[in-house]
């Protein structure tokens, strides 16, 4: 009788309250600036400040939902809050791709993760996007600036032509067909493998994965070449039901942590950077400055590429992608000259800003429940 009446207490408070655990996922490892910060203390902060009411659960490293099955765990509920890197859903986020893919227009880490967060807040595009795959957007992120991280010298355009790059897809593999190399689309988790084989030569990604995914052991070369920086998709997507069964208190307690973390992230994940760097330098890598002719190329691919984002986007079904496009520049440039004036450093400052500009100017008791 104890044991039946326990379960029907148990089953009552899941129905009635969100006073149960709940379920975050994230498919880096925790360890990761994204994780460490945004995840696992977020979770912590968001438990105190609800008195344990809003209890997330965080699962990283792939344990509960795998890359590209993230966005869908989310919808069904499965995870209630969630990461979700857009290129593994082009299909469902063609909005979120096309802004995405805008990677190379400024490469500011800083600037895209503020930018990207308050497009995906306000943009009436985005926010139907959001609301027909069952969530609600809750804030970006962006990785630093991507670099190529390689097992054999590649410094000048020369170099690269032939070598089998992984890239984050997109607008990335189509840079590596513009200077002669060969895209390779796989997830950050199978990098350093490739590099180990030889099935890749260089990986194209933020330089913490010397440490955070272990390149150091297989990386003997990096070319500083800023080849953009990912933010597409999502750091927080709830939910839908989950997200509409909370209380406006809650979830303006989520919007605080939010805020807080959109900058914390970004001044670790540069720190992390730093640090694996200086690390692989010791231990032998070489670094090398692209060379005039591959930074020349750059800039030629992303002056060209901009008609295929708007094409790519006008095929998946995005109506007038000229027009979110220039909607969204006008909103890089806007955090560009505001983040000028804001030390990079400054976690409290920066989470002051992003209060006041983006959060600050939601209702938490209407944001997200239509």
């Given at each position: 009788m104890t044991l039946k009446l326990t379960l029907i207490a148990?089953?009552?408070?899941?129905?009635?309250?969100?006073?149960?655990?709940q379920n975050a996922n994230h498919f880096f490892a925790e360890r990761h600036s994204m994780v460490r910060g945004p995840y696992v203390e977020f979770a912590e902060r968001v438990a105190e400040e609800t008195d344990g009411e809003i209890a997330f659960s965080v699962f990283s490293g792939g344990s509960l939902l795998p890359p590209a099955a993230s966005l869908q765990g989310l919808r069904d509920g499965v995870a209630q809050v969630s990461y979700h890197a857009g290129t593994y859903t082009p299909a469902e986020l063609p909005v979120a791709n096309l802004i995405g893919n805008a990677a190379f227009y400024n490469t500011d880490p800083m600037v895209m993760a503020f930018a990207s967060t308050e497009f995906g807040l306000t943009n009436p595009a985005a926010l139907d996007e959001w609301r027909e795959n069952g969530m609600v957007f809750g804030g970006g992120y962006s990785t630093s600036e991507y670099v190529m991280m390689c097992n054999t010298a590649v410094e000048t355009l020369e170099d690269v032509q032939g070598k089998r790059l992984r890239m984050a897809g997109g607008a990335w593999s189509r840079f590596?067909?513009?200077?002669?190399?060969?895209?390779?689309?796989?997830?950050?988790?199978?990098?350093?493998?490739?590099?180990?084989?030889?099935?890749?030569?260089?990986?194209?990604?933020?330089a913490d994965a010397l440490d955070s995914f272990s390149l150091s052991d297989v990386v003997t070369h990096m070319n500083t070449l800023a080849v953009g920086n990912y933010?597409?998709?999502?750091?927080?997507?709830?939910?839908?039901?989950?997200?509409?069964?909370?209380?406006p208190e809650h979830r303006a307690v989520l919007f605080d942590q939010m805020a807080y973390y959109?900058?914390?992230?970004?001044?670790?994940?540069?720190?992390?950077?730093?640090?694996a760097v200086s690390a692989a330098v010791e231990?032998?890598?070489e670094v090398f400055n692209p060379d005039q002719a591959l930074t020349d190329a750059l800039a030629e691919f992303v002056?060209?590429?901009?008609?295929?984002?708007?094409?790519?986007a006008t095929d998946r079904g995005v109506e007038n992608p000229e027009e979110l496009l220039a909607e969204y520049k006008r909103i890089v440039d806007r955090w560009a000259a505001l983040l000028a004036e804001v030390d990079h450093t400054d976690v409290d400052a920066l989470a002051e800003l992003a209060r006041t500009e983006i959060y600050d100017?939601?209702?938490p008791a209407t944001y997200g429940v239509d």
């Open positions: 148990v089953t009552a408070c899941s129905i009635g309250s969100t006073a149960v655990a590596a067909e513009f200077v002669g190399a060969v895209p390779v689309s796989v997830p950050s988790s199978e990098m350093y493998t490739g590099l180990d084989t030889g099935s890749l030569d260089c990986a194209v990604a933020a933010y597409s998709g999502f750091e927080w997507g709830y939910n839908k039901s989950f997200w509409q069964g909370l209380s959109l900058g914390q992230h970004r001044v670790e994940f540069d720190k992390d950077v730093d640090k231990g032998g890598m002056e060209a590429d901009e008609a295929v984002l708007i094409e790519n100017q939601l209702d």
